[in-house]
């Protein structure tokens, strides 16, 4: 069984100093992270590469480090199981219909974005769109969430909600 976690929208510093602790647990057991950008410095790359293999896509508000290094859409490739990845940010339509368009031509199974910090899990022309809302930022949802994708002889992926800590 593999377990990937995925996280978006960590915005560290600027909106949280740093990761909660239920989703470090989850890194910690984790063997791949997925990040759908806005991760707003590379430190949050290398706290999450300390606990498992770690890639993902650059978010609006990252510098030129992040988007250098990682770049705006991918496709991750899990035993047969594509996973196309893109923060989702534009102008026009919606963060989740950009996010399906950026897809539109290749062959995947799951969709991951960020940039709304709305969680979002729903099928689109036989493809799941998946949006893991934010760990650190809420906005307006009643909880902070994050992502689990356990692939085994079939796949599962659900969302992890949860309230701040103190």
Sequence with gaps: MKKIVIVSDTHIPIRAKKLPQILID?????????????WQTMDVYYEFAAYAETDGVTGNVDPWEISDRI????????????????????????????????????????????????PVMREV??????????????????????????????WELKHVFFDKES
Excluded at 31 to 37: L, P, S, V, Y
Excluded at 95 to 118: N, P
Excluded at 126 to 145: A, C, E, H, M, W
């Design 26 to 38: 989850a890194c910690q057991e984790a063997d791949f992270i997925i990040h759908a950008g806005d």
């Design 71 to 118: 770049g705006k859409s991918k496709i991750l490739e899990f035993g047969g199981l594509r996973i196309g990845v893109v923060h989702g940010d534009g102008i026009r339509q919606t963060t989740e219909q950009r996010a399906f368009d950026a897809f539109r031509e290749e062959k995947v199974d799951i969709i991951v974005f960020g940039h709304s910090h709305i």
């Design 125 to 154: 022309e036989g493809v799941i769109l998946f949006n893991p809302g934010s760990p650190t930022d809420k906005r307006t949802q009643p909880q902070y969430s994050f992502g689990l994708l356990e692939i085994g002889d079939s």
